[in-house]
């Protein structure tokens, strides 16, 4: 049962990588900053390292506030429901991915859990507050990093690129925009990944910020000194540096912050087996956090480029500043919903963010198709890895009893 978990668990882990990997490098690479090649190599090597490094020791199971504990906290019940959650997420999950499709491997966590909390012990183990939140978050999510994205696209757009010296606007601005993006992603590591309060994480970040503002200033003064190429070319060239930074933050940060959707399973299933008890709160072996690291990191080298096309190259046409306003504005989403405790999806909110670029310069822009079969995929996301999720639960407990 235990190399079965851990299996299970690594497998898991690699069905992330490949979906999830498009929440950080697709609109790197469908705004060319960086070769689908190099967004594979650097995407497998910050997830690794963000799950290795700041991984949470400490899972809370796979319940996270979805199945009530009292209801479900007989050690075998849950090493079944531990065993149908990873199987059926990551089925799921996988299938998603081959079609493409960018989906919430939290979201699909949530629906196995529920699936097997609603056969042990019935509808009402399960918290439907919770429930209706995450439900929530499929408009909320996508919404607001549209609204954000589009805001910081149109503002570059009126200071700089509409200006008419659009090169002495990107040296006045320009830093203005590196020191709130390294503000940004700063606040975020800090509260999401170190759990930092948000005053001690915002002055620190301002801080760190700020001095990145004024090297960049000197840093953007020397790239636009060269007047051979077309202004906007000199323009896209800064941006592009921006967003290969912010790129390779959110790669690292989902490394470190969505193992847990992987190793807590595993996690649990290590603690029922060798101990007999469970408990909500599990202490989590580095060995496991280096499966975790390394399942990802497989999967975003093998299955990495399906859904990175979806998002960085199908949605809409990408170019730097317009991938570096929808990182802006999906990482602002996440910092706002980190601070006031709202459970966003990330792939929700890139998607979102794409699609508002996309409207920023006219609905015709946007392929509707390819939104409408996104949008199927996040609303089968919980029934299914729930369904499947109860019938593999309802198959162990018949075979092994309990």
């Keep these: 049962m235990l190399i079965i978990g851990i299996v299970l668990g690594f497998a898991m882990a690699f069905a992330i990588g490949a979906n999830d990997v498009a929440n950080s490098m697709a609109t790197a690479v469908g705004a060319k900053a960086i070769t689908p090649k190099q967004a594979v190599l650097i995407a497998a090597v910050l997830e690794f390292l963000g799950a290795l490094l700041f991984g949470s020791h400490v899972t809370s199971t796979i319940m996270k506030g979805i199945v009530k504990w009292d209801a479900v906290n007989n050690p075998q019940?849950?090493?079944?429901?531990?065993?149908?959650t990873l199987i059926a997420t990551t089925v799921w999950v996988l299938v998603a991915t081959i079609w493409s499709m960018p989906i919430s491997t939290t979201h699909s966590v949530v629906g196995g859990m529920m699936g097997f909390g609603i056969v042990a012990a019935g509808w009402s183990a399960v918290n439907w507050i919770s429930m209706l939140q995450i439900a929530a978050t499929w408009i909320i999510s996508p919404f607001l990093g549209g609204l954000l994205s589009y805001i910081v696209f149109k503002i570059i757009t009126k200071t700089?690129?509409?200006?008419?010296?659009?090169?002495?606007s990107?040296?006045?601005?320009?830093?203005?925009?590196?020191?709130?993006?390294?503000?940004?992603?700063?606040?975020?590591?800090?509260?999401?990944?170190?759990?930092m309060n948000l005053i001690t994480s915002l002055l620190i970040s301002f801080l760190l910020s700020a001095g990145v503002g004024f090297v960049s200033s000197i840093w953007i003064g020397r790239k636009l000194r060269n007047y051979e190429e077309d202004e906007y070319d000199k323009v896209e060239k800064v941006f592009r540096k921006m967003q290969?930074?912010?790129?390779?933050?959110?790669?690292f940060s989902h490394g470190a912050n969505d193992v847990a959707n992987a190793i807590g399973p595993v996690a649990l299933i290590i603690a029922v087996i060798t101990t007999g008890v469970a408990s909500q709160s599990i202490e989590v072996p580095t060995w496991v956090l280096l499966l975790g690291g390394m399942g990802i990191a497989t999967g975003v080298a093998v299955l990495?480029?399906?859904?990175?096309?979806?998002?960085?190259?199908?949605?809409t046409e990408l170019n730097n500043t317009r991938g570096f306003s929808i990182d802006f504005g999906a990482a602002t989403t996440v910092l706002i919903a980190s601070v006031m405790g709202f459970p966003v999806s990330t792939t929700h909110t890139v998607v979102g963010s794409v699609t508002g670029i996309g409207m920023a310069r006219g609905l015709e822009m946007v392929n509707i198709g390819i939104l409408k079969n996104i949008v199927y995929s996040w609303l089968l996301t919980v029934p299914v890895a729930a369904g499947f999720s109860a019938l593999i639960f309802t198959i162990l407990k018949s075979v092994f009893g309990g």
């Design 77 to 84: 019940i849950l090493l079944y429901g531990a065993i149908a």
């Design 160 to 168: 700089i690129l509409h200006s008419d010296t659009p090169l002495k």
């Design 170 to 195: 990107t040296q006045k601005y320009g830093p203005v925009f590196v020191a709130a993006t390294f503000m940004i992603i700063i606040s975020l590591f800090l509260i999401k990944t170190l759990n």
């Design 244 to 251: 290969v930074v912010t790129s390779c933050y959110v790669s």
């Design 304 to 315: 990495g480029k399906r859904v990175m096309k979806t998002i960085g190259e199908d949605i």
